[in-house]
Each structure stands twice: as structure tokens, then as C-alpha cells.
């Protein structure tokens, strides 16, 4: 499913026009967006969390050449399924 489908289906769901399926959908990402910049977490209750995990450098293979390389250290979002969707997806 991409964006598109993604918000038609909302918008069938909820009862909603296109237009206000893609301002709810938008809305979502950038408060998730913006608190997990702010270094916070996302609980949403039956579905899952979203967080921010620290990622240490290391070292790794470049493949083509093989050669050695320093891989820096980052950030990387972290999604975990709730209970309820992991139930439901079994």
C-alpha cells in the first residue's frame, strides 16, 4: 500500500474526505516527527512505539571492495508492535 491508497483508505474508514485524510495523515507524521527529534517517545496504545535508538560506530566492509571502513555513529528510529497488532498479525 502506498501514500495514496493509504489515504483513500482512511478516508473511506473514517468518513472523511481525501483532503482532510491527507491534513490527519500529515499531521501524525510531523508530531511524531518532531518528538522523536526532540529526543522523546511515541506510545500509541494497541498499535505500538516509536523511539529513537542510539547506534554505536563500529567497523564494517566495504563490499565491492573489501576494504575496511569506519562506519560513524548515529541515530535510528525504532518502531515495536503492541501486543494487540502483533495478535492480530498472527
Excluded: H
Amino acid at each position: 500500500m502506498n501514500k495514496t491508497e493509504f489515504i483513500s483508505a482512511v478516508a473511506e474508514k473514517a468518513g472523511l474526505s481525501k483532503v482532510d485524510a491527507k491534513k490527519a495523515m500529515e499531521a501524525f507524521i510531523e508530531t511524531v516527527s518532531t518528538e522523536l527529534k526532540a529526543g522523546g517517545k511515541v506510545a500509541l496504545l494497541g498499535f505500538g512505539s516509536f523511539s529513537v535508538a542510539e547506534k554505536a560506530a563500529r567497523k564494517g566492509v566495504n563490499p565491492k571492495t573489501k576494504q575496511p571502513i569506519d562506519i560513524p555513529a548515529r541515530k535510528a528510529v525504532k518502531f515495536k508492535a503492541g501486543a494487540e497488532l502483533s495478535d492480530l498479525i498472527k
